[in-house]
Structure formats: structure tokens, C-alpha cells
């Protein structure tokens, strides 16, 4: 094959490579495929129950709740009609599934009406085992329990129609002579005051609310810029009608919406800043700066590879990656560095005899760091594994492509700009400095012990402080309390759920202080056994109706007055059944419309009630609860932190590997200086972090990761040339600068992720370097 | 639910009519909202910044044979509202005041939620206690009737939906002095407040505003 077919046939290869990698990603629905959702960030196949209901709340019911504030053109609060006006325009477009006033008591009423309609499934079983514990603590006999039930329930009503609410329900009380609406009432008193600030709603200047709830997940693209425009036109339409009305909203949309542009924008300027800086330092130590612009080809066919790859092999990837995958450049050049800038071994020599001649270290280089990144595909943690494999991919590609790419070259060596002399620091000042080095490291060893981590899941987002001030405020005003706590209680049904509610309630009564209060759906919803035996009650004892219609008569009512509930009684009684506990939960549900339909579901697949707590214990509540603080941010935040211990076994088992394959290449003693490098960085670094009190958390960790490999290639190249009596290779110099240059980039970034993995890498190469310059592997020179 | 709470705001609404209050409902007792004669009570009664009196509440109810019957003492207060405090049985204080209103017990004070329709009950009942005519003409028509120092008020809600809550509202009084109240939907079902002569007029103390009227 001549010289020209060979060049036509590698010229052809590239440029198939390419094309097919461009059709790859042509093909895919960007939107459907790139998630910004943080949620996606942690692994689908859960290893905890709570993380799958934390995901399923937030993406399913929470998240989706938008709040809104309305106020009138002189910015006080707007009337009552315009809220509702509001909210029916927002809930007749498809954007929203729910939409309702605060203040409007209609869905209250429907509430009230559907609890009253199904009083006996849900409220007789739980009053009657009121009464059945009062009986027994007063040492009544069984077999009266019905009697005494009766006149019991008859006294108490003339007690009831003493209390001032009573008048309130003087027109349920004939269907509702056991009191079942005025306990339930009784039972959540202590707790409405935690669902919001509805107490001040009658003042004049209580604000005007709307609660809405959005079709589809506030992460997609259907979640947000449609529901923004459908948000407009409702303000429009009720603006016709209230001139100068204005609404101010808060939803998870909102902030996914700010994050994906904001990361959008990191993504564009991060990426050039980072070529720019690479092509800067290219720039300043190379010979002939145009022809540095040859460097630019296999970053960029790296870069496809890794995007390739990382979409052929994750079927949704966080656009994390991405952002963080920025590294993969200053990573990719190196190959073009070691190859291109290779003098040839005597004038002529072929290109491809020059590849065989380093192709030994740029393989041993290529593969050790491609095997520590694809050890990160072991995480749980799918971004860690996205960015494993993206790596992964990016650097297999970025080696190819140097090696393809630079036989197209009629002249394939580039000459480095020798290092003025001025530059280049006596040996005395050289051993000086690298002395000075040992004592900063050895001093900054102690830091290590002052390391504090800080698992925080809000640091992949980039901080919004004006939305977060702004929905501060309205939650403020929608009642969001701080200091309350919220629980979820989960089950595989309602009725399981149920049960481990019941015992989250006895836990909250013996933990708490004597000013815990709670509100949950356990007010109204009974437990299994209660409903068995409410069923059991009304077949084993029909002579109850009887009884109370004589206690009835003898405390002075009028029993006939009471027909409508000795009717609804017996219809009960007729049909009791104490196995449809669920239906009934999931028939209750389906009547709950606005803030209060987030404090159930019934499931599938999992089943659920949130208990709103004031003065809660600081202990979390015991394993047989089935319940999670959920906080959704303590949750995500605690898993976070098992994921960053689990990114720290993994990274250490890799650092093993490496540092094994160092000491059995080059012995002992020569195998802990050049391991030497990548650790003692890696210790010093985070040593100074330590007595500096930065917080660190899982994305140090992967910084540290990535500095590790890379300054471990750096350290067995520049092993190599001591060997040979050599200064360390320029390329070294050149690739430790151009990586520095990049993820010093990346530590500009505004998201605290991508800066601590910025600042992590960026500082590990450059004290490496410092290392290397300074003749750390002058000891090596002369060995075999 | 909400309808509860705005039985119970316009339950306990105190001003309220005579015994023949179906007599007193009849177009030649319309009252216009500034019929001079009746200025000088309204005057006197909002020249009244306190008062204290005894009273004693009757309800009937369908459903029982006789009334049940509590004692206890109202206060009003120009600036803070209404104080219906019960003494027998003992234990709650009903407030209603411009903001709503409050329930408070040894367990502490409830608020209902809030509701429109029992906003403008309160907002109604305050404006009666001041004698506020034209304010009221916005919501019920107003029958009155004056036979030397005694007077009878009848409020009859102009809105239906409050009007089959709410019933008519009379209200008898002695001069500057409330004597009865009753809040009547039917015969067998109605509320009625005897209000003793008044105890004291004197201004209420910190401490009697503290304990028997909501906190600003």
C-alpha cells in the first residue's frame, strides 16, 4: 500500500468513525434522552424502600404542587373572586390537573360531605374502639357493653349540646348521634394549625392564595415552559376581569427550569473556556502555533466517542456528565501531546514506526486511567457510572483518533519551545524548594484528621438565590413551618400502611414532649383490626339501635328525631364487612382535591401517609413504623452520603490496584517514589482542605479519583525519562498545564459540584508537577 | 365541614329578635339605613366603649324535648368585639371580633378555618353590636319597631343560601341595653340569649382583655 492509499484508507476509517457517531446522536430525542432532573442521579433499583417512596412522592404528588399569590394592582391581596376566577382558568388548561383558592370552601365541604357519607366505614371503628377501652378501663362487663354503649352515648350527647360548636352541627346531629363528626374534629383540632396558616385567613390582610397542581412531572419539558405559558394566560384572562392583578407562583418547575438553563449555559462556556485554556498553554510551549491547532481533531473525536457511548449505554444520562465530563479534554490531549511532540527516533522515520516505538507507554498511560474510570462503572451511583463510562469511552477514542489522525500529517512532530534559561532555577534553589515541598506536605498530613464531609444533594444544583428568597416567601405564607416535621409512612397497602401509622402514633406519644402535636389521616382512616371489629359489633350485637333509642328517650331527645341515623345504621350493619379497609382508602382519596390530597395515597405500588408533627422527637422514628422523616432532603442527603462512602471503598480498592501494578514494575523502593506522586498529592491536597475547613463531599472524592490516575501516568513517564538520565518529558509539562488549565476551569463553574471536582483535579496536577519539576525522580537516574 | 364552622359563627351571633318577630317582618317596619329616629340609640349604643352583663342562652333543638340551657357572662367591647364566656358548663370563651372567630378553651384557642360565608355572619353581628344600619342594608333588610325606650330589631339575610343557615336574627334591647337575642330557623329549632342588665360599663382591664378577648 503506498504512502497516499494508506493515508485515503486511514483518512476513510476516521471519517466513517465520525460520520456514524454523528448519525448516532443525530437520531436521538435530545430531550427525552438528557435528564436534569436530580432525582435521576440516584439509582432506579433502590436499595432501600424509603429512597423508591421519596422518589415517588417527589416526582408524583409534591413536586407537581405549584403555590401562588395573588394580589391586586395597589399589591395588596386580591379578592376572593379573582382567586377563584384564577384558578378556574388554570384548571381548565391541560397543563394543570388540579387548581383551587385556599380560602374557597367549597372542596372543604366536599370533604367534609364524603367523610360524613362514608362515617360509618371510616369513624364508627375507630370511636367504637374508643368506647370499648372506656368500658373496659371501668371495669365494665362485656356482655352489657351494648347497654352501656347506649346510655354512655346518649349522655354524652346532652353533654355535646352544651359546648358552643354544638349549634355548628345541630343539623348532623339526627344522622349523627354518636358524635363521629364532632370527634373527628376534636381529634384533628390540635392538629390543623400545622397545615397551614388558615387561622388569619378572615383578616383583611391575609394573603390570597391558589394551590395548583401541575399534569406531568415539573423535571420534563412538558412540565415547565407550558405550564409557565398556561400560568400567563390564566393571569391574562383574570386580569380582563380584576385589571391590575398579578399572581407570584413557587413550584419544583420553576427551579428545574432556572437549573437546566443555567447548566446549559455552564455547559457552553465551560467547554470552550476549557479549550481555550488548553490551546492557550498549547500556544505558549509550542513551536509553530498553528500547527498546535492539529490537537484539536482528537479531542473533538474524543469527545463524540464519549457522547457516543455514554448515550448507546444509559438509556436517560443527567446532563451532569456532560458539565463534569468537560474534564475529558484536558484528559484527551495528552495522547496528542506524547505523540505529536515526539522527536523522531532519526530524521525520515516513518510515523507508523514511531507509534510502535511509544506505543508501549501510551497504552500502559491510556488503559491504567481507562481502568480506573471503568472501575467508577461498579457504582451505584448512576451518574458516577455515566461519567465512568463517558470517561472511559472519551479517552479509548482520544487515543485512536491521535494515532489515526497525526499519520494524515505530512510532518507529525511538533517542537516544544525550549524553556528559557532564565526559567529554569539553579539545582541549589531546586533541592531548596523541593525540601520546602516535603515540610508543607508533612505539615498538611495532621489536616487530614480535620476533614469534614458534607453530603449535600442542593450542591448539584446551581444556587437560585432570587427564586429560593421568592419561594421562601410564598411558602411562608402558605404556612410552611420550619419547625415541623414530616413523616411518611409506607406500606404495600393502605391497611399496611394503616398499621404502621398506628405505631408511628404511639411512638410520637412516648417520644414526644408534652407539646407534640400531630395531624395525619389517622383521624379518620381506622386500622384493619378496628374495622374488623366494628363489623363484628354491628352482626353480634343488632340490639344496639334499640338500646340507644331508649337511652335516647330517657335522657330527655326525642329518638324518633334521630331516624336518618338509625337508617344509615342499619344499612351499614347490613353490609359491614371488615375486609374493605383499601376500597374504602382508595374511595377517599379519589374525593380529596387540593393540599390535603398529598397527606394519602393509597398506592400502587406503595401506599402512604404523611403525619405533619410539631415539636417532634429528634430521634427518627424506629424501623417497625415503616415511617421516614421525610425530609426529602435529609433522605436524599443521608443516601448521598452512603454513596460517597461507597465511592470512597471503590476508589481505594482502585488505588490499590494501581499502586500494586506500580510496586511489582518497579520494585519497592523505586515503586513508592513514583506512587509516591499520585498519593502524596492526593494526602496533601486534602490535608490542606482539612486545616482550611472545607467542607468535601462525594465529588472531591471523584476529583481525587481522576488526579490519582492521571498523576500516576505523569509519574511513570517521568520515571521512565530519569531512567534515562533524561529531564522529564515535556509532554508531561505540557499535558499536567493543560490539565490544570481546564479543571481550573471547571473550579469557575457556579455549580458546587463541578467546582469541587474542578479545584480538586486542578490543584492535585499542579502539585504534582511541582513534584516532577523538581526533581523528585533525580535519585532513579542511571538505574536499569 | 366549612359549613359547620359557619353554622357555628352564626350561631353564636348574638343581637337577635323579639317574640313576635313575625309580626315585626313586614314592609311597614323596613328600616332605611339613616331613618333619623333611630339615631339617637344608635349613638347611644355606639357611645358604649364596655360593657359587662350576664346572659343566659336557651337552645332548642328538634331532636330534644327541652332546651339545653348555659349561663355565662358577655362582654363587649367597642374595639375588640364580642365575649360570649360560658360559666355553666364552665370552660370556653366564644370570641368574635373583626378578625373572625375564636374559640378558647383550657386546651387553648381555635380558630376555625376560614370561610366567607361565616366572615360576613361576623362581620354582620359586629356591625349590628355598633348599630351600624347602613352596613348592614348591604346584606339583610332590617325591620325595626320603637315603643318608648324599648326597641326590637329583625335581620332578615337577603341572601338565600345564608338565609336558610342563618334563619332571622332579633334583636330586643331597653335603651342603650341589649335584652334579647335570638337566632331563629324554626320554632323547634332556634337559639335565644337573655342578656341581664349590664354589670359594669366600666373599661376593661388589660387582664379582661387578655382573658376574654382574642390577642392583637
Known sequence: MTLLCRRWFVASLLGAAVLSGAAWLAHLDFPRKISTDVLDLLPAGERSPELALVRTLASDAEARVMLFILTDATGAPAPAGAARLFAAELARRPAFEAALAIDDPAPREALARALFDRRFTLLFPRWLHEREAAHAAGGGDPAHFSAWLAADTAAGLGRFLAQPEALAFQDVIPSDPLLLMPGLVRRLKGGLDLLGPDADASASDAPTRVWARIAVSPLSEEGQAPVFAAIAQAAAATRAAYPGFAAADTGVNRFAAASKARIQHELSWLNALSLAAVLAVALVFIRGAHRALHLVPPVLVATLGAWVGVTAAFSRVHILVFVIGAMLTGVAVDYGFYLYMQAPAHPGEDYWAKVRRLKKPLLSSCFTTVAGFCLLLLSELPLIRQLGLFVGAGLVCALGAAVVYFSLLGNTWLEARPLPAALVPPAGVRRGTRRLLVVLWLAALPGLFLLKWKDDIRELEIPSPALQREDARIRGLFGDRTDRTVYLTYGATPGEARAALARLDVWLAAAGGPHTESVNFGAVVPTAEESASAARFVHDRPDFPARLRTALDAAGFDAAGFGPFFEAYAQYAAHAAGDTLDDTVRELHARLTGPVSLLLHPGPPMAWFVTLAGGAPSAPPPPETQTVSASQLQSLNRIFGEYRRSALRLSLVGLAIVGGGVFLTYGLKDGARIFAIPCGACLGLFGLFGWLGQPLNLFHLLGAYLGVCLTHNYSIFSATSAYRREPPPVSVRLSALCTTASFGALALSGIPVVHALGETVASMVLAALLVIEFEHFAPLAGKP | ?216
Do not use: C
Not at chain 2, 339613616?34 to 352583663?53: I, K, M, N
Open chain 2, 1 to 216: 365541614m366549612r359549613r359547620i364552622f359557619t353554622v357555628l359563627a352564626l350561631a353564636l351571633a348574638p343581637p337577635l329578635a323579639a317574640a313576635d318577630t313575625d309580626l315585626l317582618v313586614a314592609p311597614a317596619h323596613l328600616l332605611a339605613p339613616d331613618d333619623p329616629a333611630w339615631q339617637d340609640l344608635a349613638a347611644g349604643l355606639r357611645a358604649q366603649t364596655a360593657v359587662t352583663a350576664d346572659f343566659t342562652e336557651n337552645r332548642w333543638f328538634p331532636f330534644k324535648k327541652t332546651p339545653t340551657v348555659l349561663t355565662g357572662e358577655v362582654r363587649v367591647s367597642a374595639g375588640h368585639g364580642l365575649s360570649l364566656h360560658y360559666l355553666d358548663p364552665a370552660g370556653q370563651t366564644v370570641v368574635i371580633d373583626d378578625r373572625g372567630l375564636l374559640v378558647r378553651s383550657a386546651s387553648g384557642d381555635t380558630v376555625p378555618p376560614a370561610d366567607p360565608r361565616a366572615g360576613a355572619a361576623n362581620a354582620a353581628l359586629l356591625h349590628v353590636l355598633r348599630f351600624d344600619l347602613r352596613t348592614l342594608a348591604d346584606t339583610f333588610a332590617v325591620y325595626g319597631r320603637r315603643t318608648g325606650t324599648a326597641w326590637q330589631l329583625a335581620l332578615v339575610p337577603k341572601d338565600a343560601d345564608l338565609r336558610r343557615t342563618l334563619g332571622q336574627v332579633a334583636i330586643e334591647g331597653d335603651g342603650t341595653a341589649v335584652r334579647r337575642i335570638e337566632l331563629r330557623r324554626s320554632a323547634l329549632q332556634r337559639v335565644e340569649i337573655l342578656v341581664s342588665p349590664p354589670t359594669s360599663t366600666a373599661a376593661f382591664t388589660a387582664d379582661e382583655l387578655g382573658r376574654f378577648f382574642r390577642a392583637p
